[in-house]
């Protein structure tokens, strides 16, 4: 692609079905959040939560009785037992579905720029794509993200690190994974993948393929950078809670700040980096 270009916003028919696209999956996936979240107690300022004590038992054993849809929402890691092949197609689900929440606000830039290429192939009469292809090459790069980290949470409910409502057991393993996500912030891998998000041109202009398979090659392989950003700031749900809603919220905010604000880009990270640090220190010099 030639670096000498000439933008033009796109037709406002191909941005608002960029715009509505990115909120479908946004609503979609965000609703299956809350509801987990609900079901499970974990909304802000619920103060009671349905899987406590007897009522946890209860919903584990009637949720035979429902629907797909609800077993999915009200799934939680079994208590004690070997693990069935529909509980890690359930954890897998729900962290396929958290990344997508969490990562898609902060992609929607470089989407609206390839939207805005893709008008101007078609006015000069070059192969052009749709930007559906973009959009589920980056969600097939979350995906494959979410089937990495299923595994390590299945390992740590199987050492007893987490506890079927998907919370650390111990407050010294959560502080390593804070003090590690702090010391991430500080590294030049970080600096690599982080450079690269927050320059979308400069990417499109140096990967850029036709057609609609281009389109998926560009959002898969410019996803992993996402996941490169942020993979580290997701493990801290393993010590604040899987299931934390607030949480989640953060660092959906966090990561969207972050791969947004190209201003202080080097001090914000090392800000964060320090926070998390001295966070995950402290609960070490308290216990």
């Known amino acids: 692609m030639s670096s000498n270009l000439s933008l033009e916003k796109a037709p406002l028919r191909d941005r608002m079905i960029v715009y509505i696209g ?40 009637n949720m035979q009785d429902r629907s797909i849809v609800s077993s999915i929402i009200t799934w939680m890691p079994p208590m004690s037992g070997a693990w069935l ?6 954890l897998f689900l729900m962290w396929a579905v958290m990344m997508i929440a969490m990562m898609t606000p902060s992609i929607l830039p470089m ?43 299945y390992g740590l409910h199987k050492v ?32 690599a993948c982080l450079s690269v998000c927050q320059s979308p041109l400069t990417f499109m202009m140096n990967n850029w393929k036709e057609g609609n398979l281009g389109a998926f090659v560009i959002g898969y392989k410019h996803g992993f950078y996402c996941v490169g950003c942020c993979w580290f700031l997701m493990l801290t749900l393993f010590a604040l ?7 989640v919220v953060i660092l959906t905010l966090f990561v969207m700040f972050e791969k947004l604000s190209v201003k202080f880009p080097m001090q914000y990270r090392y800000t964060t980096g320090t926070i998390f640090i001295i966070w995950g220190l402290s609960i070490f010099y308290f216990q």
């Open 111 to 153: 989407v609206m720029l390839f939207t805005t290429l893709n008008s101007k192939n078609i006015r000069e009469n070059k192969a052009s794509a749709n930007a559906i292809y973009l959009l589920s090459g980056y969600l097939m790069s979350w995906i494959l993200f979410s089937l990495v980290i299923t595994l390590p949470q």
């Open 85 to 90: 092949l529909t509980d890690f197609l359930f």
């Open 241 to 247: 809670g899987v299931m934390n809603i607030m949480w």
């Open 160 to 191: 007893g690190l987490l506890n079927p409502m998907m919370e650390p057991t111990h407050a010294l393993f959560g502080a390593f994974v804070l003090i590690g996500a702090g010391l991430y912030q500080f590294s030049s891998f970080k600096d």
């Open 22 to 61: 990115v909120v479908s999956v946004l609503l979609a996936s965000w609703a299956y959040i809350i509801g987990m979240g609900w079901e499970m107690g974990t909304l802000p300022f619920i103060s009671s939560s349905p899987t406590d004590g007897m009522q946890m038992d209860s919903m584990k054993m």
